[in-house]
């Protein structure tokens, strides 16, 4: 047979029992294969075979601006330089006014706030600063809806100036100086001027004072408004009368100049940026250009000065370009993809562009990927999602080619390596909407967040801001709803939900947050970016903000989703990030250093207890302990009817707040649960809650019901089975101290909470229990050992704790006397205050509640001297000295732990420790 003719048939013929052993083979092969190519990528992110291409198509011509610039052939040719900007005469008298008459009114109406956004820049002629100016329009630019103008005045806030049109014609015009611009409607607590038009006639003027919410108003007619100081034009004084007359032509003209700049303007923004190497140093003579996408042409090009800086004016025209920063024989290139120079957004900064060694080491770079709307601060578990990660260069890559892809665990981590530079993540994952992340690999690695969202349902998008710090962010989403006060509706950590169905899914201490708003209303949003941490300390110039590169990111319903990163270097506590309106995003870029005026940026995360701010944030469970009984018998069908119930504690429950590490006791004299529990109803259909047991739930949110009193929305309710459930464990660093004491014979003890940290105090009574012939001592772990923090009480004493006020109170009674004392705590300082009455227990009417001592009134009138440092005082004085330590003069108010029911252990089994 001729070697060309024997087939793979004649082989098998030959060799019948070495198919299968081949077979067998093969199959192993391809599976370490598999496995080793698996963990080959976990670590080092290379491509997996047979993964489908997710790069979309790119233009042949587009290509070239996915590629590196070749140096050599740079075309420069179609460079365009925008040196000026144009200048704007507002005060040009160019339009006459129309015909006045008597009892000519305004045509209330709606003030449309949507339309195309636009943003064009000038010069103001009048004194030669510039003018930002916002432009909305419908009908493709023909028709003008609002301009706002932006100006620095000089008392440092924003002049700022609103235009609404009405067939291109002024309809109303507003004025103020405001140190944060937030979108609002004019109302009388809002100071500044405003204007009516009709029919180019001013038919009325209006003025708040500021600082007084003093109404002045004049015009063609009167409202005959008692709260207003106001004059009928044809019967008022000359004064009145000429002042009317010049805002008329004033402000009618400066109307019509401004809308006849934007017609007759091109949009001109600008790109600037800073550019420094790996250790800082500001690189100067750094070519920068600006490159149109659509046909890879050189459009704009800078050099860096000697601080490293740039600045190009740009003609906004809605094209994608790709800023290229060219490198040297040393340091590579920066590019920066995907920069839309969009009509609604005027100016671009890259203030963080570095360039890397060319020859730099590949670096460890590890991703977590996230549910953006269930991750929790402190509480990761169940929220990672299991992902694809497509590697590209550069930022804001989405199209490009990939230089790695790896994929997460199921908790969503996944390691690789990549050399110093930036990237552009893609993240797949089933069920969510794709993301794209940018990141920074510096010489020390990488370590990132990921977040995604589920895609949106129809006419809705989600707005998700994530950072990258342990600093307190929140997210701020101001709505076309009306607000109260003048003020827009917004959603935000103290209004969770609005009128029109937009909400906010959480307010976490880092990572992200994540706002759902409705889409299909008529209006924009406005997205803000505040950093809580340094607005409630008074920080306002802290760069902690910037430090966290925050990101906020839109996701709409058809898959697609925008980006906007601060990339600045300012310093402040808030960021406007962006605009959504009709379906189109554009980026704010403003940065504020102060939050003037915003009392939802000023407010305390927190609720009143007990005359104490207690910090929350949603998702933090509570405890409750009862103290009466409760019994619930609520039939299925009154729940769907009224799907939420209130219980009310009446001073009776202690509600222990927990973020994860620390816990806080509330005063429930001021508060009440509201459940919420759309899915766990039946809890409450058979939930009989009795004296000393424990509920367990979780807060989703905090609020304010119409009495004034803060209530918890709980997303569940559970009942513990006893006291001991929910007590802390004694942690193991108390396990010797302990040790030693049961070799004496019978230890009682409690744990505390005395200082801000995760690890709770030991109280010991001593000696072997109830006696107390020695009092109380209290330990606390700090710094690597256990400290003697105090030893506190004599004989018969009843000891106390109040944790509102950190108080421990010693109660003592004997020889015709009653005595208290009163320790407060911070770290190692121990303060202690006494008082003493002549009224012994249980002569002067003492009673015992629920293990808690309350004496009445009485129990001062005959003091006697007092032993050692004890304080005898009158009834007036212990009240005033009651009311200066818990706020009230009922002590039971701090909510107590009765030292008396701490825990009895006779040997180290009998303890608890985590």
Same mark, same amino acid.
């Given at each position: 047979?001729?070697?060309?003719?024997?087939?793979?048939?004649?082989?098998?013929?030959? =060799?019948?029992?070495?198919?299968?052993?081949?077979?067998?083979?093969?199959?192993?092969?391809?599976?370490?294969?598999?496995?080793?190519?698996?963990?080959?990528?976990?670590?080092?992110?290379?491509?997996?075979?047979?993964?489908? =291409?997710?790069?979309?198509?790119?233009?042949?011509?587009?290509?070239?601006?996915?590629?590196?610039?070749?140096?050599?052939?740079?075309?420069?040719?179609?460079?365009?330089?925008?040196?000026?900007?144009?200048?704007?005469?507002?005060?040009?008298?160019?339009?006459?006014?129309?015909?006045?008459?008597?009892?000519?009114?305004?045509?209330?109406?709606?003030?449309?706030?949507?339309?195309?956004?636009?943003?064009?820049?000038?010069?103001?002629?009048?004194?030669?600063?510039?003018?930002?100016?916002?432009?909305?329009?419908?009908?493709?630019?023909?028709?003008?809806?609002?301009?706002?103008?932006?100006?620095?005045?000089?008392? !440092?806030?924003?002049?700022?100036?609103?235009?609404?049109?009405?067939?291109?014609?002024?309809?109303?015009?507003?004025?103020?100086?405001?140190?944060?611009?937030?979108?609002?409607?004019?109302?009388?607590?809002?100071?500044?001027?405003?204007?009516?038009?009709?029919?180019?006639?001013?038919?009325?003027?209006?003025?708040?004072?500021?600082?007084?919410?003093?109404?002045?108003?004049?015009?063609?007619?009167?409202?005959?408004?008692?709260?207003?100081?106001?004059?009928?034009?044809?019967?008022?004084?000359?004064?009145?009368?000429?002042?009317?007359?010049?805002?008329?032509?004033?402000?009618?003209?400066?109307?019509?100049?401004?809308?006849?700049?934007?017609?007759?303007?091109?949009?001109?923004?600008?790109?600037?940026?800073?550019?420094?190497?790996?250790?800082?140093?500001?690189?100067?003579?750094?070519?920068?250009?600006?490159?149109?996408?659509?046909?890879?042409? *050189?459009?704009?090009?800078?050099?860096?000065?000697?601080?490293?800086?740039?600045?190009?004016?740009?003609?906004?025209?809605?094209?994608?370009?790709?800023?290229?920063?060219?490198?040297?024989?040393?340091?590579?290139?920066?590019?920066?993809?995907?920069?839309?120079?969009?009509? !609604?957004?005027?100016?671009?900064?890259?203030?963080?562009?570095?360039?890397?060694?060319?020859?730099?080491?590949?670096?460890?770079?590890?991703?977590?990927?996230?549910?953006?709307?269930?991750?929790?601060?402190?509480?990761?578990?169940?929220?990672?999602?299991?992902?694809?990660?497509? *590697?590209?260069?550069?930022?804001?890559?989405?199209?490009?080619?990939?230089?790695?892809?790896?994929?997460?665990?199921?908790?969503?981590?996944?390691?690789?390596?990549?050399?110093? /530079?930036?990237?552009?993540?893609?993240?797949?994952?089933?069920?969510?909407?794709?993301?794209?992340?940018?990141?920074?690999?510096?010489?020390?690695?990488?370590?990132?967040?990921?977040?995604? +969202?589920?895609?949106?349902?129809?006419?809705?998008?989600?707005?998700?801001?994530?950072?990258?710090?342990?600093?307190?962010?929140?997210?701020?989403?101001?709505?076309?709803?009306?607000?109260?006060?003048?003020?827009?509706?917004?959603?935000?950590?103290?209004?969770?939900?609005?009128?029109? /169905?937009?909400?906010?899914?959480?307010?976490?201490?880092?990572?992200?947050?994540?706002?759902?708003?409705?889409?299909?209303?008529?209006?924009?949003?406005?997205?803000?970016?505040?950093?809580?941490?340094?607005?409630?300390? /008074?920080?306002?110039?802290?760069?902690?903000?910037?430090?966290?590169?925050?990101?906020?990111?839109?996701?709409?319903?058809?898959?697609?989703?925008?980006?906007?990163?601060?990339? /600045?270097?300012?310093?402040?506590?808030?960021?406007?990030?962006?605009?959504?309106?009709? !379906?189109?995003?554009?980026?704010?870029?403003?940065?504020?250093?102060?939050?003037?005026?915003?009392?939802?940026?000023?407010?305390?995360?927190?609720?009143?207890?007990?005359?104490?701010?207690?910090?929350?944030?949603?998702?933090?469970?509570?405890?409750?302990?009862?103290?009466?009984?409760?019994?619930?018998?609520?039939?299925?069908?009154?729940?769907?009817?009224?799907?939420?119930?209130?219980?009310?504690?009446?001073?009776?429950?202690?509600?222990?707040?927990?973020?994860?590490?620390?816990?806080?006791?509330?005063?429930?004299?001021? +508060?009440?649960?509201?459940?919420?529990?759309?899915?766990?109803?039946?809890?409450?259909?058979?939930?009989?809650?009795?004296?000393?047991?424990?509920?367990?739930?979780?807060?989703?949110?905090?609020?304010?019901?119409?009495?004034?009193?803060?209530?918890?929305? #709980?997303?569940?309710?559970?009942?513990?089975?006893?006291?001991?459930?929910?007590?802390?464990?004694?942690?193991?660093?108390?396990?010797?101290? #302990?040790?030693?004491?049961?070799?004496?014979?019978?230890?009682?003890?409690?744990?505390?909470?005395?200082?801000?940290?995760?690890?709770?105090?030991?109280?010991?009574?001593?000696?072997?229990?109830?006696?107390?012939?020695?009092?109380?001592?209290?330990?606390?772990?700090?710094?690597?050992?256990?400290?003697?923090?105090?030893?506190?009480?004599?004989?018969?004493?009843?000891?106390?704790?109040?944790?509102?006020?950190?108080?421990?109170?010693?109660?003592?009674?004997? =020889?015709?006397?009653?005595?208290?004392?009163?320790?407060?705590?911070?770290?190692?300082?121990?303060?202690?205050?006494?008082?003493?009455?002549? #009224?012994?227990?249980?002569?002067?009417?003492?009673?015992?509640?629920?293990?808690?001592?309350?004496?009445? !009134?009485?129990?001062?009138?005959?003091?006697?001297?007092?032993?050692? =440092?004890?304080?005898?005082?009158?009834?007036?004085?212990?009240?005033?000295?009651?009311?200066?330590?818990?706020?009230?003069?009922?002590?039971?108010?701090?909510?107590?732990?009765?030292?008396?029911?701490?825990?009895?252990?006779?040997?180290?089994?009998?303890?608890?420790?985590?």
């Amino acid at each position: 047979m001729k070697k060309e003719d024997y087939s793979f048939s004649d082989y098998l013929e030959e =060799n019948k029992k070495k198919p299968v052993i081949i077979a067998i083979v093969v199959l192993i092969l391809i599976a370490v294969v598999f496995v080793c190519t698996g963990i080959f990528t976990k670590r080092y992110g290379v491509s997996l075979p047979g993964v489908e =291409n997710t790069d979309g198509a790119v233009d042949e011509l587009a290509q070239k601006a996915l590629e590196p610039i070749d140096r050599e052939s740079v075309d420069l040719s179609n460079v365009k330089i925008i040196s000026e900007l144009d200048k704007v005469d507002l005060t040009a008298r160019k339009h006459a006014s129309g015909s006045r008459q008597r009892g000519m009114a305004w045509d209330e109406g709606f003030l449309n706030m949507s339309g195309d956004k636009t943003q064009y820049r000038f010069i103001d002629k009048a004194d030669g600063k510039e003018l930002s100016c916002e432009v909305y329009t419908d009908d493709g630019g023909k028709t003008v809806n609002r301009i706002i103008t932006y100006k620095e005045a000089g008392d !440092g806030r924003p002049e700022i100036i609103e235009y609404f049109y009405r067939d291109n014609k002024p309809y109303f015009i507003s004025k103020r100086n405001e140190e944060v611009y937030t979108p609002a409607y004019d109302s009388a607590d809002k100071p500044g001027v405003r204007f009516y038009f009709k029919d180019d006639v001013l038919v009325r003027s209006r003025t708040v004072v500021e600082g007084t919410m003093l109404v002045s108003q004049t015009g063609l007619y009167v409202d005959d408004n008692p709260d207003y100081e106001e004059f009928e034009y044809y019967s008022a004084p000359d004064a009145v009368k000429l002042q009317y007359d010049r805002f008329e032509q004033e402000w009618l003209n400066k109307a019509y100049n401004i809308l006849e700049a934007v017609k007759n303007t091109k949009a001109i923004g600008r790109v600037s940026g800073k550019v420094t190497d790996d250790q800082g140093k500001e690189l100067s003579d750094i070519k920068v250009l600006i490159q149109k996408v659509s046909d890879g042409n *050189i459009i704009y090009a800078a050099q860096t000065d000697t601080l490293g800086t740039f600045s190009m004016n740009v003609k906004l025209d809605k094209d994608s370009y790709r800023i290229c920063v060219l490198g040297n024989e040393n340091l590579s290139d920066a590019y920066i993809y995907d920069c839309v120079l969009d009509l !609604g957004s005027g100016v671009h900064e890259y203030n963080n562009i570095v360039l890397y060694p060319q020859e730099a080491e590949v670096c460890d770079a590890s991703f977590d990927v996230y549910d953006g709307e269930t991750y929790r601060s402190g509480n990761k578990a169940g929220s990672g999602v299991f992902s694809r990660i497509c *590697i590209r260069e550069g930022i804001g890559n989405r199209l490009g080619e990939k230089i790695a892809e790896c994929y997460t665990n199921t908790k969503g981590e996944v390691e690789t390596a990549l050399k110093p /530079g930036f990237y552009t993540l893609e993240t797949v994952s089933e069920g969510y909407a794709t993301g794209y992340t940018n990141i920074e690999v510096t010489q020390y690695g990488c370590k990132k967040k990921i977040f995604v +969202v589920k895609t949106p349902q129809e006419n809705t998008a989600k707005v998700l801001l994530s950072w990258d710090s342990d600093i307190d962010l929140d997210l701020t989403v101001f709505t076309p709803a009306c607000g109260t006060r003048g003020d827009m509706a917004r959603i935000t950590r103290d209004t969770f939900e609005d009128a029109l /169905g937009n909400s906010l899914k959480s307010d976490n201490t880092d990572g992200c947050e994540t706002a759902v708003v409705n889409t299909a209303a008529d209006g924009g949003y406005k997205a803000y970016v505040s950093c809580y941490t340094d607005i409630i300390s /008074g920080a306002y110039g802290c760069d902690d903000l910037m430090r966290s590169r925050p990101a906020v990111c839109v996701y709409f319903s058809d898959g697609t989703c925008r980006s906007c990163e601060f990339d /600045g270097t300012s310093y402040g506590v808030l960021w406007e990030a962006l605009e959504v309106n009709r !379906g189109d995003v554009t980026p704010g870029g403003r940065f504020y250093s102060t939050v003037g005026g915003k009392e939802w940026w000023l407010e305390n995360k927190s609720i009143s207890a007990g005359g104490e701010n207690v910090r929350y944030k949603s998702g933090m469970q509570i405890r409750g302990r009862l103290e009466s009984d409760f019994s619930y018998a609520y039939s299925v069908s009154d729940w769907i009817n009224n799907k939420k119930f209130f219980l009310g504690f009446d001073n009776e429950v202690n509600i222990i707040v927990s973020d994860g590490e620390h816990e806080q006791t509330v005063n429930t004299d001021r +508060v009440e649960v509201k459940f919420d529990l759309a899915k766990d109803y039946n809890i409450l259909c058979h939930l009989d809650l009795h004296i000393g047991q424990y509920v367990e739930g979780s807060i989703r949110e905090i609020g304010t019901s119409e009495d004034g009193r803060p209530y918890l929305v #709980l997303e569940s309710l559970a009942l513990l089975r006893d006291k001991a459930d929910s007590e802390p464990a004694v942690p193991m660093e108390y396990l010797g101290l #302990l040790a030693d004491r049961i070799k004496d014979g019978a230890v009682a003890y409690s744990v505390i909470y005395v200082n801000d940290n995760a690890t709770p105090e030991l109280v010991i009574l001593n000696p072997q229990g109830a006696s107390h012939e020695n009092g109380a001592e209290l330990y606390t772990y700090d710094n690597g050992s256990v400290d003697l923090v105090g030893t506190f009480g004599y004989w018969g004493g009843n000891f106390t704790y109040y944790p509102m006020k950190n108080l421990i109170c010693v109660e003592e009674t004997g =020889n015709g006397s009653h005595m208290e004392s009163y320790c407060s705590f911070d770290k190692y300082t121990v303060n202690t205050v006494n008082y003493e009455s002549s #009224l012994d227990f249980p002569e002067y009417g003492i009673s015992k509640v629920n293990g808690q001592y309350t004496m009445n !009134g009485t129990e001062y009138v005959n003091p006697i001297p007092g032993r050692g =440092n004890a304080v005898p005082v009158t009834p007036e004085e212990y009240e005033k000295q009651m009311k200066t330590m818990f706020g009230v003069t009922d002590r039971n108010t701090g909510r107590y732990i009765d030292l008396d029911s701490c825990r009895m252990a006779t040997k180290i089994e009998d303890i608890r420790f985590k």
